[in-house]
């Protein structure tokens, strides 16, 4: 069975600076990974995703991630983030001809002036 | 990708009534499920509504708890019966198919709140 696991459940970021958020995943054929933001009172929108080809893939609100299949990470990353980007962030798993989706517990970002 | 909404956005119930969530999107699409999202929590995967036929539930969670209808290729609804304050919740349907057969789109949400 697939997992993930986001091990920051909280980050503090001032604003301009850069983020990373780690995602590790457990899945035993070539997964299909996403990144999803909720922001406060509002559903999940899809920052980016992968399925393969170049392993680092840009996003929406420029941000990008990286699969490390070594490392059975993708982690999402952005140079300078912005107020508005304080959010919480899931990481999934799926997999081709498979539609279940299973989720990290997230990461709250908080962004500070 | 697909344009998804879901009526109500919000609402407070008492104990042991019933609601009704609605999910529309603005194109037919292959699959729509429905999630749970505790608070602080993670999304847990309710069931995939099928057209025509009877939903498939994940392990712990049943019809009569959340029956679930798709009459269509573009709208379902989903039932919390009976309800608890442990079924205060966010309630977000999301589908796939369309454009973009492999990637989940998900709707606004509904917040529950039972008293």
């Not at chain 1, 993708?74 to 989706?101: I, M, Q």
Request: hydrophobic letters at 35%; aromatic letters at 12%.
């Amino acid at each position: 069975a697939q997992s993930v696991t986001q091990p920051d459940i909280h980050i503090t970021v001032s604003e301009g600076a850069s983020l990373e958020l780690r995602c590790n995943y457990s899945y035993g054929a070539t997964p299909y990974l996403f990144w999803y933001v909720q922001s406060p009172g509002q559903g999940l929108q899809l920052l980016l995703k992968y399925f393969s080809g170049d392993t680092l893939v840009q996003g929406i609100k420029g941000f990008e991630a990286e699969f490390k299949r070594s490392q059975s990470s993708f982690n999402l990353r952005k140079p300078s983030v912005h107020w508005s980007d304080a959010a919480e962030y899931f990481c999934a798993v799926g997999a081709a001809n498979d539609y279940k989706l299973s989720f990290g517990a997230g990461t709250t970002v908080t962004v500070r002036a | 990708s697909a344009v998804i909404s879901q009526k109500p956005s919000r609402d407070i119930c008492q104990r042991g009534t019933s609601l009704t969530i609605q999910c529309q999107v603005d194109s037919q699409v292959t699959m729509m499920f429905w999630y749970r999202q505790q608070p602080g929590q993670s999304l847990t995967l309710i069931a995939t509504a099928n057209q025509g036929s009877e939903a498939t539930y994940e392990s712990g969670f049943v019809i009569d708890k959340f029956p679930i209808s798709r009459p269509n290729l573009t709208f379902s609804t989903l039932t919390v019966s009976n309800m608890s304050p442990e079924d205060s919740s966010i309630y977000l349907c999301s589908v796939l198919g369309g454009d973009d057969t492999d990637t989940q789109y998900f709707g606004p949400g509904t917040r529950l709140t039972v008293l």
